[in-house]
């Protein structure tokens, strides 16, 4: 079964440059996350997506992050215009849905290092 | 902020086992512990979790105490590719995002 899968690995791209990740769950997984880490901080949610429908944006910092998940598989995060802040590593996860259990396992994918110069 | 607190750093040695401790003293009746790692900057790899019954898998062992306020993980023979952040989270239900802290930095020496 492949895991999370993150697109693309490394991206550098100057302030004001618009930059699009992507985040493909595991297959069958309703529910899909995205985290990320700033240098030297801790790694921060940012946003819950169940199927297509996000369940929770609240860790979203500002206008500037778009997420979607069209059709309820794959998600893109939108950063525009990116900012020097924005740089860091950032995490998706999936898990599967909460029909019948009370919690779930979140699987991480590897994560896509964003450098804004 | 994090439920949960734990050491900064540990050291283990190659072949001994690690373990873990985990504070949660605020740990609800209906909250799991959930242990991951990080390994360099790779995203964070699901070890093990349970609710009041410790538990084991091919990777590793979970101790909850009775009270339920604290929790070990327990590498039964660390390896140097055991090296890594571990962190320890509290999860209350189905959906709900993860709280990360520090973590632990285990450094298994040769």
């Known amino acids: 079964e492949a895991g999370v899968t993150q697109f693309p690995s490394h991206s550098v791209i100057e302030k004001g440059q618009t930059v699009t990740l992507r985040c493909d769950p595991i297959s069958g997984h309703d529910n899909l996350y995205w985290y990320r880490r700033v240098m030297g901080k801790e790694i921060k949610f940012l946003l819950h997506f169940v199927k297509e429908s996000k369940q929770d944006e609240s860790g979203m910092p500002n206008n500037r992050f778009l997420a979607e998940r069209t059709g309820g598989t794959y998600s893109t995060l939108k950063v525009q215009p990116a900012e020097l802040e924005d740089s860091g590593v950032y995490f998706c996860a999936s898990s599967q849905s909460g029909l019948v259990k009370r919690t779930d396992t979140q699987y991480f994918g590897p994560g896509t290092r964003l450098t804004v110069l | 902020d994090a439920k949960t607190t734990q050491p900064t750093s540990m050291d283990c040695a190659e072949g001994r086992a690690a373990n873990l401790p985990c504070n949660h003293s605020?740990?609800?009746?209906?909250?799991?512990v959930y242990w991951y790692r990080q390994i360099h900057s790779q995203g964070p790899q699901y070890i093990i979790h349970g609710l009041k019954n410790n538990e084991t898998n091919e990777m590793a062992s979970l101790i909850i105490t009775e009270d339920r306020k604290s929790s070990t993980l327990i590498l039964p023979h660390a390896t140097l590719r055991d090296t890594a952040v571990y962190y320890c989270i509290v999860v209350a239900f189905y959906g709900q995002n993860f709280v990360f802290g520090p973590g632990t930095r285990l450094s298994v020496l040769p």
């Open positions: 605020t740990i609800s009746g209906n909250e799991y």
